[in-house]
Every structure is written in C-alpha cells, then in structure tokens.
C-alpha cells in the first residue's frame, strides 16, 4: 500500500504563484506513472500534469506553459509548480501514482485563487 501526502495549497491571488509537494512512502522510482490532477466543486476529477518512468510528460491544455511537473527520482517526493494563477485553477488538487497497475492517491490539499 502506497501513502501518499500532499501540502503546499493555499490561498493565492490571481497571477500568483504555488507550489505543491507530494511524499510518497516509498521511492519515487518504483512507480511507472506519477501526477496530479484536481477537481473543482460540482466537476469531475481531471487530469493537470503526469509524468512517466520513461520521461513522457503530459499537460492538461488549461494549464501548458504555467504549470511544471518534476519528481526527485532519487528520493519519494513529487512537485507541481504553479505559476499565473487564475480563479478557474481553484480546486482540490490530489497527487496520484501506479505501481505495479495499481493506482494509488494522496488525500488532496486545496489551493484556492481570488480575483
């Protein structure tokens, strides 16, 4: 069983910058997927940034060229940069990993942007 914690949300205004941790309980390099999505009062879950054991990474259109997914592969945490905040980046954001086909998730750290 993979634990996983989140911190480093907050309040933010617009065009303001966050950035979000996430420790695992295990080395970062056991995973073959590692990401972040968040999900927003009355939406579904989505997907913000994911990286692969390989090296692809993937951003959600909404956030390419602000926001920067990085992970310590020598060590168990993830980072999610934050930059140019808006007020639709408000949401719940939760830190995700597969190992071995499971899926594991944090329990979310909310970040929250005024206009």
């Known amino acids: 069983q993979v634990q996983l914690v989140e911190s480093g949300g907050g309040l933010v205004q617009a065009g303001g910058s966050l950035k979000l941790s996430c420790v695992a309980s295990?080395?970062?390099?056991?995973?073959?997927?590692t990401g972040w999505y968040r999900q927003a009062p009355g939406k579904q879950r989505e997907l913000v940034a994911s990286?692969?054991?390989?090296?692809?990474?993937n951003y959600a259109d909404s956030v390419k060229g602000r926001f920067a997914i990085s992970k310590d592969n020598a060590g168990s945490t993830m980072y999610l940069q934050m930059n140019s905040l808006k007020a639709e980046d408000t949401a719940i954001y939760y830190c995700?990993?597969?190992?071995?086909?499971?899926?594991?998730w944090g329990q979310g750290t909310q970040v929250t942007v005024s206009e």
């Open positions: 995700h990993v597969v190992r071995q086909g499971f899926n594991y």
């Open positions: 295990e080395s970062i390099f056991s995973f073959e997927s």
């Open positions: 990286t692969t054991s390989y090296g692809r990474t």
